[in-house]
């Protein structure tokens, strides 16, 4: 179960990469993806696959690790500086599903930029979704490693 779940992972990365860019990235190319992370855990998460430079924004919370207090802010819980993000012109956002403004994640949306939403329900999911971040930043390796 935990293969298939794994292999789900990587085909929901793949799809991105082809959906998004209308290409197959290269590693060394996912590693280059600008990425606003608004929720802590994703920050965490992205950082302890090895990740963390490709962050240019985040959620005024992500404190964790020290690095990430570096990391530009582009709202919180209640709102997000859309203007702000439309400026940095991100690959992804990856935002928990429930953390977020769902209407400031509407009007993102119309602006085309790819949402990836974060919804971990259980100790499972988490490991899951190291996995497909791993896939996403062509960081398969540490993906799988820390997703075990």
Do not use: W
């Amino acid at each position: 179960m935990i293969q298939l779940k794994s292999l789900l992972c990587m085909l929901a990365a793949t799809m991105f990469s082809l959906s998004t860019l209308g290409q197959t990235l290269t590693n060394q190319q996912k590693q280059q993806l600008r990425i606003i992370a608004l929720a802590p855990h994703i920050v965490e998460s992205l950082y302890e696959i090895g990740a963390g430079e490709q962050i240019i924004g985040t959620s005024s919370h992500a404190d964790y690790p020290q690095q990430a207090k570096n990391i530009l802010r582009v709202g919180n819980y209640a709102s997000l500086q859309i203007e702000k993000i439309l400026q940095l012109k991100p690959d992804s956002i990856l935002v928990l599903q429930t953390g977020n403004p769902m209407s400031d994640l509407a009007r993102l949306e119309k602006y085309q930029f790819k949402i990836i939403y974060s919804k971990p329900r259980k100790l499972s999911d988490v490991a899951d979704e190291l996995i497909m971040l791993g896939e996403l930043t062509g960081r398969h390796d540490q993906g799988q490693r820390n997703g075990r």
